[in-house]
């Protein structure tokens, strides 16, 4: 047996599921038509928080298809909006703006989708100077331990942290959306189109044994925020740690 349209498996399973919810947002990458043989079926579906008072996320096959769910309520739904604009990755927010509402025409949903557009419109929030500085702290640690490796296992290492670190700076301190895994490529090829391919081969090259390139690359991310940063930083544990136990 194959598997059946997404769409229709995803009307099916949130009328047997979920006969109660408001609305659902169809979205992933079978939506971007980018599927894969491992692809599966994003739902985000809300209610009223009287129906489902606790949000979940939850995973399930139907029709042959994984499905990934993201149950929610009203309030459940207003904060991890507030979330993904305050951690700059627009999770839900994603899911909501380039979904397909299921069932088609429902106002609610509607109003919802144009409101998370327009909150990817304006941007996540803006990095303070501390974080920024912070952050170069951090990068310029891990490009100094990629410039001199103990071996190639902990160059590994340092290569696969760095590849997050140095791409959601990149975004975030431009202030763009950022991505966590794969969505962070997918991040940086839309809001640096000309870049995107120059840090994808600095980094099969550093991977290869080559670091020159991706130093090179993260100098140039880094400088219009003060370079590397390391010599200067001060650091404060928060103030519950500076206090007795109970």
Not at 20 to 32: D, E, L, N, T
Not at 177 to 194: M, N, Q
């Amino acid at each position: 047996m194959s598997k059946t349209d997404y769409l229709e498996t995803a009307k099916s399973f949130l009328a047997e599921r979920f006969p109660k919810a408001k609305c659902a947002f169809i979205a992933g990458s079978v939506v971007r038509n980018e599927a894969t043989a491992t692809s599966d079926i994003d739902m985000v579906i809300i209610h009223d928080t009287a129906v489902m008072p606790k949000a979940y996320r939850a995973s399930a096959i139907f029709q042959e298809w994984p499905i990934e769910m993201f149950v929610q309520n009203d309030n459940s739904f207003a904060y991890f909006l507030k979330q993904d604009k305050a951690c700059g990755m627009p999770a839900l927010l994603g899911m909501i703006a380039d979904g397909i509402i299921v069932p088609e025409g429902n106002e609610y949903a509607a109003d919802i989708q144009n409101k998370a557009r327009a909150v990817l419109a304006a941007g996540p929030a803006a990095l303070s100077r501390e974080e920024i500085d912070n952050r170069r702290y951090g990068l310029t640690d891990l490009l100094d331990d990629m410039e001199s490796p103990k071996n190639t296992a902990e160059l590994y290492g340092t290569l696969s942290v760095l590849y997050q670190k140095l791409g959601d700076f990149l975004l975030r301190a431009n202030r763009r959306w950022s991505g966590g895994s794969k969505a962070l490529t997918r991040a940086i090829k839309k809001a640096f189109p000309d870049l995107a391919p120059e840090y994808e081969a600095a980094f099969r090259q550093a991977f290869a044994g080559d670091t020159k390139p991706l130093s090179a690359l993260a100098d140039r991310i880094l400088q219009p925020f003060g370079g590397r940063f390391w010599a200067g930083l001060t650091s404060y544990a928060p103030e519950e740690a500076n206090q007795p136990e109970k």
